[in-house]
């Protein structure tokens, strides 16, 4: 699985090519935040509340994508 953390992280890195970041559609930060719990699932999350990890690793992905950050996971 943490080949296919990996392959993921870096499948985003390589489509980071927006200057402007612009919002993030409802699907992806849904998307992501099923990512990221998982990632809290099998790594842990570093002695973070879920929330606070989950909202950091989201917002994490979406800079990454050059989306702009979320205030909070619906």
């Known amino acids: 699985m ?10 985003l ?3 980071a090519f ?5 919002p993030a559609p409802a699907e992806l930060v849904t998307e ?3 990512f990221c719990q998982e990632v809290a ?3 842990g999350t570093n ?9 950091e690793c ?4 979406l800079e990454s994508e050059g989306f702009e950050p979320v205030d909070a996971l619906r």
Do not use: H, I, R
Request: glycine share 2%; charged share 25%.
């Open 13 to 15: 890195a390589v489509s």
């Open 18 to 22: 927006a200057s402007e970041a612009k």
């Open 2 to 11: 943490k080949t296919l953390v990996s392959l993921f992280l870096s499948c």
């Open 32 to 34: 992501l935040t099923a």
């Open 58 to 61: 989201v917002n994490e992905e």
């Open 41 to 43: 699932e099998e790594d």
């Open 47 to 55: 002695g973070k509340p879920l929330n606070v990890f989950l909202l």
